[in-house]
């Protein structure tokens, strides 16, 4: 069974950092197309980062120069590292597995979130 | 960027009848190599992540339901549900995955009437 745990999220002050964690069993991250999509409190979804098989990544402007994804296959893996954290960064954090289709597939199988709260 | 814009915002539809749910995309999402449109449906309940409902702009996810329906092509889109059960309130998603962001439309609220 697929299943995705996301962790490492908290209350940090603007400007601080953090490195969201999701831990993945019933397949290898390493394998497939890994993303971070987020939720704004009452909010629709935003997606913010991918992680390509080959090592290629992609960021929503939003997060551009701030946001790093990265993946440890021995731990099977997918990290989201935070740095700079402003209010509008907080939001619920999924990760979210990318499906059939190669480097274009669709999100089929989404962890519960992590909370980022970034408040003084 | 692709703009992903759905309509309408909410809809309250009577038990039993239909719900159409419209997307359009800022710019064709379709890929003449494999011949598929990049676009998803997500379905997300209340305290819940999203489900992937449809993908390809048509192909059901395994165990959905088959009064869920997507069509489409190129830049508009729409979800369907045939016949609206009270398991379906939720807010829907549309996502384009053709390039890069991945857009997502900005939700459509489903509501019983």
């Known amino acids: 069974e697929v299943q995705l745990v996301e962790t490492g999220g908290g209350l940090i002050q603007p400007g601080g950092s953090l490195r969201l964690s999701c831990a993945a069993s019933?397949?290898?991250?390493?394998?497939?197309?890994m993303n971070w999509v987020r939720q704004a409190p009452g909010k629709g979804l935003e997606w913010v980062s991918i992680l390509y098989i080959g090592g290629n990544i992609y960021y929503a402007d939003s997060v551009k120069g701030r946001f790093t994804i990265s993946r440890d296959s021995s731990k099977n893996t997918l990290y989201l590292q935070m740095n700079n954290l402003r209010a509008e960064d907080t939001a619920l954090y999924y990760c979210?597995?990318?499906?059939?289709?190669?480097?274009?597939?669709?999100?089929?199988?989404w962890g519960q979130g992590t909370l980022v709260t970034v408040s003084s | 960027d692709i703009v992903m814009t759905q309509s309408p915002d909410s809809l309250a539809v009577s038990l039993g009848e239909r719900a159409t749910i419209n997307c359009k995309s800022s710019?064709?999402?379709?890929?003449?190599?494999?011949?598929?449109?990049?676009l998803a449906w997500y379905q997300q309940k209340p305290g819940q992540p999203p489900k992937l409902l449809i993908y390809w702009a048509s192909t059901r996810e395994s165990g959905v339901p088959d009064r869920f329906s997507g069509s489409g092509s190129g830049t508009d889109f729409s979800l369907t549900i045939s016949s609206l059960q009270a398991e379906d309130v939720a807010v829907y998603y549309c996502q384009q995955y053709s390039g890069t962001p991945r857009t997502f439309g900005q939700g459509t609220k489903v509501e019983i009437k």
């Open positions: 019933g397949f290898a991250v390493s394998t497939s197309y």
């Open positions: 979210a597995r990318g499906g059939v289709g190669g480097s274009h597939s669709p999100l089929d199988s």
């Open positions: 710019q064709s999402v379709f890929s003449s190599s494999d011949d598929k449109n990049y």
